[in-house]
């Protein structure tokens, strides 16, 4: 099931409900050194081809920083679960099984754990267990997240 639109609100959201998003992402070198740069993780990894090349690394070829692989699979869940968010409230459990290379396409994927009332007449929370596979339908991401997210009006 996709929802997509700025129109999802806290009640459009049941237990048990799984969203394939709409969008994929092909990670780019741009995505992964321009991020990695700003937050200063100079992890070899992620910034000597010619070491990885050398076979010193891992992979012979350089990964994707982690956190760029989360955020992109949880930007790409956005349309569907943040258009209304009010709040993230917290994220868990993640895991990051499988490396991401540039020129590897990632998909989300969503599924609802828990509903319930928020602080107030207007929000309720949602939490969610969030997915990444990538083209080869290997899992490269997963964790819960929590939102408070807006209720209809009326």
């Given at each position: 099931?996709?929802?997509t639109?700025n129109?999802?609100?806290?009640?459009?959201y049941?237990?048990?409900?799984?969203?394939?998003?709409?969008?994929?992402?092909?990670?780019?070198?741009?995505?992964?050194v321009?991020?990695?740069?700003?937050?200063?993780?100079?992890?070899?990894?992620?910034?000597n081809?010619?070491?990885?090349?050398?076979?010193?690394?891992?992979?012979?070829?350089?990964?994707?920083?982690?956190?760029?692989?989360?955020?992109?699979?949880?930007?790409?869940?956005?349309?569907?679960?943040?258009?209304?968010?009010?709040?993230?409230?917290?994220?868990?459990?993640?895991?990051?099984?499988?490396?991401?290379?540039?020129?590897?396409?990632?998909?989300?994927?969503?599924?609802?754990?828990?509903?319930?009332?928020?602080?107030?007449?207007e929000?309720g929370?949602?939490?969610?267990?969030?997915?990444?596979?990538?083209?080869?339908?290997?899992?490269?991401?997963?964790?819960?997240?929590?939102?408070?997210?807006?209720?209809?009006?009326?």
């Open positions: 099931m996709t929802l639109g129109d999802t609100y806290f009640e459009d049941a237990v048990g409900m799984v969203l394939e998003h709409f969008r994929g992402k092909t990670i780019t070198e741009m995505d992964n321009l991020i990695t740069n700003l937050v200063i993780n100079t992890a070899q990894s992620h910034f081809e010619h070491r990885q090349n050398l076979g010193k690394g891992m992979f012979n070829r350089r990964i994707v920083f982690g956190g760029v692989t989360m955020a992109i699979v949880i930007g790409l869940t956005a349309q569907d679960t943040s258009e209304n968010a009010i709040a993230d409230l917290g994220m868990t459990g993640l895991r990051l099984p499988t490396p991401v290379f540039h020129g590897d396409t990632v998909y989300a994927f969503s599924e609802v754990l828990e509903v319930k009332d928020g602080p107030d007449d929000t929370e949602v939490r969610f267990r969030h997915w990444g596979k990538n083209q080869d339908e290997k899992l490269v991401f997963e964790g819960e997240r929590r939102v408070l997210i807006r209720r209809r009006a009326g």
